[in-house]
């Protein structure tokens, strides 16, 4: 494998850590809220938009993600093999995500995290192989179903087995819930993004190298680190506030 290949995308891990970083900063205040430190109203308003902002950028940051590692391993990896690696990993991701709905299950009780981010990125992950060659495609898809998650979010059913698909039952709550419409499609979008911007593992655009600033690392580091710092972001914080504040 060439030097070409094996090189990363600072810029990739530069919005992937800005990604963790809003997702950090939210989960501390929800904490706060959670805790009865400072009530705030975090599903409404401008911090609506900064979920949904926060969530967009993390999801479709894994469709670009997923186009530059189908890039270097369709070179090494026979087709089967390639189908089993992105099936490992989706099932690794949702397997992950299993062990946080159980976990939130104990701990929270109401509210439990049933189909949440890393239950979305592990199916999406399996999903997206499919889709990891083509462009055009991808957008258009990745458009039709955003909107139809969209339509569905304005409708509650009476039924509870297509919640991860984006159908929310009537009294539904959870702290966590990021259903395939209509963020698989975000996704999708992501690897239009990818095939547009960076095909063959190639950056077609110019760019300057920032990489090599302290402050530019220091965001470069947490986009490589992003699955492990959401693992842990939450327990850390959480025994921050208990400590310091409660």
């Known amino acids: ?5 094996k090189r990363r995308f600072w810029e990739i891990d530069l919005l992937r850590g800005i990604a963790v970083v809003m997702l950090i900063f939210f989960h501390f205040l929800y904490d706060l809220n959670f805790f009865d430190i400072y009530k705030l109203s975090l599903y409404s308003g401008y ?3 900064y979920v949904y902002t926060g969530g967009a950028l993390f999801l479709s940051l894994i469709g670009v993600s997923l186009t530059l590692s189908y890039a270097r391993a369709k070179k090494n990896f026979t087709k089967k093999q390639l189908q089993l690696k992105y099936l490992k990993r989706g099932l690794k ?9 159980l976990a939130t299950r104990i701990c929270l009780g109401e509210g439990f995290i049933v189909f949440g981010a890393l239950h979305c990125i592990g199916a999406s992950i399996i999903l997206a192989y499919p889709f990891l060659r083509l462009r055009y495609q991808n957008f258009l898809l990745g458009i039709i179903l955003i909107l139809i998650g969209i339509v569905l979010k304005n409708f509650t059913f009476d039924f509870y087995w297509l919640i991860w698909l984006g159908f929310t039952p009537t009294q539904f709550y959870t702290v966590d819930y990021f259903p395939l419409l209509p963020w698989f499609g975000v996704v999708l979008i992501g690897a239009f993004i990818g095939n547009s911007l960076y095909p063959k593992y190639k950056r077609r655009f110019a760019l300057k190298d920032f990489s090599k600033f302290r402050f530019i690392q220091l965001f470069c580091f947490l986009g490589r680190h992003s699955l492990i710092i959401y693992l842990l972001h939450q ?3 959480i025994g921050l506030i208990y400590v310091l504040l409660l």
């Open 1 to 5: 494998m060439t030097k070409n290949i």
């Open 47 to 49: 911090f609506l938009i």
């Open 93 to 101: 991701i949702f397997g992950l995500g299993m062990i946080i709905t």
């Open 235 to 237: 327990p850390i914080l």
